[in-house]
């Protein structure tokens, strides 16, 4: 089975602080992905990553920044956390390539961050 | 631009009824696959079903039923008989398919299956 897992289910921060969220896959999948959920907008892409070292900006990147040194981990950061952060950060893994798990994004339980 | 249109937020059942959840979505690309996930309150989202453009066969599994018609665009999830486990939101999503697999997601549906 595909196990994506995000280091912190709840974290509480305090604004400006400078915060990271890590995502570990352990399928080999090339692309991994970061989105926020909130109630009413379901989920936002923030960034995703096609390989180690490359990222590309989703649709809500303003205030984040990413990380992907090594092939397995995603980090999102959030250089100086604000309020309007507070959210559920979801991250997900996918493989390209062919076969029937070509495409399908595998999931992490999330993380509920609060910034005070 | 590509959109998922979700219009129920939320829908409560009694159990044992069946309940449809409705997909619209809207692409320029011919090629493209359709996706439901399901979000416990665990809040992890776990896939139920991928769908490609070039197949309009429906699919059952179980109790789950998905309704794909291009015609209409939509991509709409029944569940037969729902138990209190159905509980959660419900997701439906399009990607592009190309080599990013970029996923845009509906708003969700939440699904109350009360006892």
């Known amino acids: 089975d595909v196990k994506v897992t995000q280091s912190s289910r709840y974290l509480v921060k305090r604004t400006g602080e400078k915060v990271f969220l890590e995502c570990v896959q352990d399928m080999d999948h090339e692309n991994m992905f970061w989105y926020r959920q909130d109630p009413g907008l379901g989920l936002r892409l923030i960034y995703f990553s096609y390989d180690v070292k490359m990222k590309e900006k989703g649709d809500i990147p303003e205030g984040y920044s990413v990380s992907r040194e090594k092939k397995e981990r995603f980090s999102l950061i959030l250089e100086s956390a604000s309020t309007n952060q507070t959210s559920m950060y979801l991250c997900?893994?996918?493989?390209?390539?062919?076969?029937?798990?070509?495409?399908?994004?595998?999931f992490g339980a999330g993380t509920r961050l609060s910034v005070l | 631009a590509q959109k998922v249109t979700q219009a129920q937020t939320e829908i409560s059942v009694v159990e044992k009824e069946d309940v449809t959840l409705d997909c619209v979505y809207e692409t320029r690309d011919t090629t493209y696959y359709l996706f439901w996930y399901k979000q416990p309150p665990s809040g992890e989202l776990v896939f139920l079903i991928r769908r490609n453009s070039f197949d309009e066969q429906n699919e059952i599994s179980g109790r789950y039923s998905w309704n794909f018609q291009k015609s209409t665009s939509s991509f709409n999830f029944t569940i037969t008989a729902s138990q209190v486990v159905d509980s959660a939101v419900y997701f439906c999503?399009?990607?592009?398919?190309?080599?990013?697999?970029?996923?845009?997601f509906g708003t969700g549906t939440l699904l109350a299956v009360q006892p």
């Open positions: 997900a893994s996918t493989r390209i390539g062919q076969g029937n798990s070509k495409n399908i994004q595998y």
């Open positions: 999503a399009l990607s592009e398919g190309g080599a990013t697999n970029k996923l845009i």
